[in-house]
């Protein structure tokens, strides 16, 4: 088992490494931060000036060594546009991703597990059908649209939910912000949460129900009943838990979209968080700040998928290779 | 006399399909008494194991009961519903499936299983429940049950496997058992100590079993009495004796004629010429007359003559006496 945890880790950092590597080369594709950063009235020698400070002179494998460097030690290096430490601005925006990822994350967990067992087990009801549409338009509408129909809906029409930012919020600690204590920060998560978690949801319901109509069919579910267990022991105890082997594997993937996936739905909304910093930072071609930003969420990335297989081992004895007592 | 444990009455099920409904199960009747083995036989298709999943209420839709009576200790138990019949399943009847890899959840321990079925049917505490799961283990003959006993189902071999699938079945003391080809999957070395396992256990508590199988060998190894199955019905009858050895059905005779049993060393196999008409094209009279090697003019039209204990439905049996 800890052999299996250190190989992975280790090909999750040579992962993060190439990843980090092709983010940055990218950048230099994406503009001259110097034409942002100084105004009309620049001489040939400010350029120069400000590029050899920024270390832009230096050869792409220096400066992405240099980078590498920082990161390591929690240093991103300085935000052209802002002029402040990028870990800072990111620590700031931090909380405002997280707490809307975790909250879609867990509504599209809970509701499409749920949804998906129902289906499921009521396979040819009516409810399961009508839900089983439904879930094709949560499908196949894009994030920004679903967005823009809920605040149409209710913050336009029916004015019950704001329509952008993320309300009052509470300070925890020395730069924790929680939106989850005040009502007005509740009210804001409410429909960016929906936006963001309802394609995850959709997904895993679909996968929860595709997956438990096929393990319905195994013998060992006809064995279970034919033992006389009761319908919620078959359903739950043998099926959903068979069931949930391939699914967390998918379940951990789409927790990493649910972070990626959040620069549309805060853009959409307004939504202070990293994700909406990284747009701005496009724009302003904010390098330090874009390669942090892509660094953090490879990461997650990384770590999430190192976590799902570390989970799958607990789920399935089957791959406890180093159990004693096999024949 | 005293009742059967399984009594089973003109049993027919049906199944709708595009073409029309068919009746994989066709009026059949059979008992089993306490203690009894009844061997099942009869090519594949022939309603086998419909008859058994009618028979603990686990017919898959669109497959239903369709006329008949099914008795289990002088109940009848046809008409029971869902929860009513979920209560018989595991507690009176207990039922052995075909592939001991496939029968047990990957993700339970074999205890756990165990400990399940009991609590589910027996009040009995956790602890009682664990203990007994153990002597449940040992009693199929599980070498080191109370170690084994946390071990998944891929930790055991095929034959342990069915060994644990049968103490699962027998665990809540079920007073019928039907065993679905309990020993086709495994290896041929295991087939004969999962049988004998199986025939000592059922002996040991009176227990009634259903053993379907196409093993004649099998047959002629565990059962008491043989009910021959062709296209749904019942074409023989009887004692294991009299069955293996003056079958009175020309079906029976084929089949047998066409089992290698190693006792009689035979040269050539031989063959019944054709197959078993499809469900959905039955023809009249018996089912089993274009194939007959004794076919006379009234077996394509007339029903069946009555069946019972030691007869053939069969209007030109084998032996001739056997006919009142
Ligand atoms: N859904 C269905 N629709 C139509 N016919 C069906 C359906 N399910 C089963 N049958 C038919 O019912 C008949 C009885 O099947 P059953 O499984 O009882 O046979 P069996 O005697 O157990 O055979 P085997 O020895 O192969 O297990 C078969 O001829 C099969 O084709
Ligand atoms: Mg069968």
Request: glycine residues 10%.
């Amino acid at each position: 088992m800890l052999a299996f945890i250190i190989r992975r880790v280790g090909q999750s950092i040579l992962v993060l490494l190439i990843v980090g590597l092709v983010a940055f080369s990218m950048f230099r594709f994406v503009g001259d931060p110097i034409d942002n950063m100084l105004g009309q009235e620049r001489t040939i020698e400010d350029v120069e000036r400000l590029r050899t400070q920024l270390g832009l002179d230096q050869p792409f494998p220096v400066q992405y060594f240099k980078f590498l460097e920082g990161a390591v030690q929690g240093n991103f290096g300085v935000s052209y546009r802002q002029g402040r430490p990028v870990a800072e601005i990111l620590m700031e925006r931090a909380p405002a991703t997280l707490e809307l990822a975790a909250v879609s994350g867990l509504l599209a967990i809970i509701a499409g597990i749920a949804l998906g067992v129902f289906t499921a087990i009521r396979r040819n009801g009516f409810a399961a059908h009508t839900i089983m549409a439904a879930s094709l338009v949560g499908v196949s509408l894009p994030t920004f649209l679903i967005g823009i129909l809920l605040i149409y809906l209710f913050s336009v029409e029916l004015g019950w939910l704001p329509s952008f930012g993320r309300g009052e919020t509470v300070s925890i600690g020395d730069w924790w912000t929680t939106g989850f204590l005040t009502q007005s920060g509740i009210k804001a998560l409410i429909l960016p949460a929906i936006t963001l978690g309802l394609y995850q949801m959709t997904l895993i319901m679909r996968l929860v129900r595709s997956e438990m109509l096929e393990v319905l069919r195994q013998d060992y579910i006809r064995f279970a009943r034919a033992r006389g267990l009761r319908d919620r022991v078959v359903n739950f105890r043998h099926a959903l838990k068979n069931t949930m082997v391939p699914v967390v594997t998918v379940i951990g993937l789409q927790l990493g979209s649910i972070i990626a996936f959040a620069i549309i739905t805060e853009t959409v909304f307004q939504w202070p968080g990293v994700g909406l910093l990284f747009i701005n930072a496009i724009q302003f071609v904010d390098i330090p700040v874009m390669a942090a930003y892509l660094m953090l969420i490879s990461v997650m990335f990384v770590g999430i998928n190192l976590i799902v297989d570390i989970l799958y081992v607990f789920i399935d004895p089957r791959l406890r290779v180093d159990r004693k007592g096999g024949h | 006399m005293t009742t059967p444990v399984l009594s089973i009455r003109n049993l027919s099920v049906e199944i709708p399909t595009r073409q029309g409904i068919v009746k994989p199960v066709d009026g059949v009747s059979y008992d089993i008494s306490e203690g009894e083995i009844l061997g099942v036989v009869g090519e594949s298709g022939a309603g086998k194991s419909m008859a058994g999943n009618a028979v603990i209420g686990l017919l898959n839709a669109p497959a239903h009961i369709s006329g008949g009576e099914i008795w289990l200790n002088g109940v009848r138990i046809d008409p029971l519903k869902g929860e009513e019949m979920r209560k018989l399943r595991g507690k009176e009847i207990g039922m052995i499936f075909q592939d001991p890899l496939t029968s047990l959840n990957p993700l339970l321990t074999v205890g756990d299983q165990l400990a399940e079925t009991m609590l589910t049917h027996l009040p009995i505490s956790r602890k009682e429940a664990a203990e007994r799961a153990v002597a449940a283990l040992e009693e199929v003959g599980i070498p080191g049950a109370a170690e084994r006993i946390d071990s998944y189902p891929h930790e055991f071999s095929g034959g342990m496997r069915q060994r644990v699938v049968i103490a699962l079945a027998l665990c809540a003391e079920p007073s019928l058992v039907i065993a679905d080809e309990p020993t086709t999957a495994l290896d041929v070395s295991v087939q004969a100590q999962i049988i004998s396992l199986l025939k000592r256990l059922c002996r040991e508590r009176g227990t009634a079993v259903m053993l379907i199988t196409h093993d004649m060998g099998v047959i002629a190894e565990a059962a008491d009495r043989v009910a021959v199955m062709y296209a749904g019905r019942l074409a023989e009858l009887g004692n294991v004796r009299d069955v293996l050895t003056q079958p009175r059905h020309p079906y029976t005779h084929g089949l047998m004629a066409s089992t290698p049993l190693a006792s009689e060393g035979q040269k050539r196999l031989h063959q019944i010429p054709g197959a078993m008409p499809r469900l959905q094209h039955m023809p009249n009279g018996c089912a089993f007359h274009p194939r007959c090697p004794k076919v006379q003019k009234r077996c394509s039209h007339d029903p069946l003559p009555p069946m019972a204990e030691g007869r053939a439905a069969c209007w030109s049996p084998l032996l001739a006496e056997a006919v009142e």
